[in-house]
């Protein structure tokens, strides 16, 4: 490993260590989150993060055997009463209604949506078909309007607030080559938050976005089509390009999906009260934002 990557991982098993030291303030005991895409990388961290502060956490997750893993694996660290799957496609209109009301129904209600479920794509806009492009926008943008919306019905119905967490990407934001399919979803993700912070602040509707830059550890993307387009676009391999994003940080770090998910707890949390229709970039500073 390099030595910065080492770092990393030391300083994540010593936070690690000191929190088992410490008395447990499981500041989110009673709330019920769910998490789309709850069996990848970014949401399975994200899932234990919010049930290590005492969150009953429902994985929404297509990926069935992806979906039982995360489901024993957390179930077995945090218990099996606090975990539920849900097996659901973000982009169908009826499932997503179902896995809501079978949330609100098994746990008594909802009170944190992580909007996570995804994807990447990556190709000319020559060579992008109509199809890629649908996919994207269909699971990206239409996935997260949809599984929005069903939270927002939930939240107004249950007149105490509520907690959106929108995972989008710093593409979103900044282009990235051959993406246009993926960055345009993302930009989109990112002004639905902002449309929805507006339309739920009178309620207590919070909704605040988390951009991860690469994040190639523990990430299903990161193990096909993704990693061999971006590799021949930047013409290395799986190394290179973590070394690639490692060196165009400022801070020279991997950003991996416990980072992710401690901005998104964060976020789901009273600890950002008064924070809504933000953007927390986690990207190590990514000094593309800050130099030409
Ligand atoms: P991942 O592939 O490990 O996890 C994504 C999960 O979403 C998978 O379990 C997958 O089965 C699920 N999913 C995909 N389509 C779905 C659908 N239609 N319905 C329900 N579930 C579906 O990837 P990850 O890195 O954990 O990515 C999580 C989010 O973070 C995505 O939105 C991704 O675009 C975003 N992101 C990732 C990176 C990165 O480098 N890993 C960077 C920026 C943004």
Redesign the pocket.
């Known amino acids: 490993l390099p030595e910065q990557e080492a770092f990393d991982i030391e300083y994540w098993l010593l936070e690690e260590a000191k929190l088992q030291r410490l008395p447990k303030p499981r500041s989110l005991a009673g709330h019920v989150a769910l998490v ?2 709850g ?5 399975k961290a994200t899932a234990a993060r919010l049930l290590r502060e005492g969150a009953c956490v429902v994985l ?4 069935e055997t ?1 979906l039982a893993a995360a489901h024993d694996e957390l179930g077995a660290a945090f218990g099996k009463d606090f975990v539920r799957p849900v097996k ?4 169908k209109e009826d499932a997503v209604i179902a896995g809501f009301v079978e949330t609100s129904v098994e746990f008594g209600g909802l009170d944190i949506l992580v909007s ?5 794509s990556s190709a000319p806009i020559e060579e992008t078909t109509l199809a890629l492009w649908n996919k994207n926008m269909d ?2 943008s239409t ?1 997260y309007f949809l599984v929005s919306r069903e939270a927002f019905r939930l939240f107004r119905a249950q007149k105490i607030g509520g907690n959106v967490v929108f ?5 979103g934001l900044a282009a990235s080559p051959n993406a246009a399919a993926y960055c345009t979803a ?1 930009a989109a993700e990112i002004h639905l938050a902002r449309c929805l912070a507006l339309e739920g602040a009178e309620a207590q509707i919070r909704v605040n976005v988390v ?6 550890r ?5 193990a096909g089509e993704w990693l061999e387009q971006r590799a021949s676009t930047y013409k290395t391999d799986k190394d290179g390009l973590e070394e690639m994003y490692r060196q165009r940080s400022m801070l020279k770090r991997s950003v991996f ?1 416990e980072d992710i998910a401690e901005a998104i707890y964060f976020l789901a949390s009273d600890m950002s009260a008064k924070s809504t229709g933000n953007i927390i970039n986690v990207d190590a500073g990514n000094a593309q934002s800050f130099t030409r």
């Open positions: 789309t895409g069996a990848g990388g970014i949401g929404a997750d297509i990926d992806a659901l496609d973000v982009t996570n479920a995804g994807l990447a699971i990206l996935g995972v989008a990407s710093k593409n993302k951009n991860p830059d690469a994040v190639l523990g990430s299903k993307i990161w999906p």
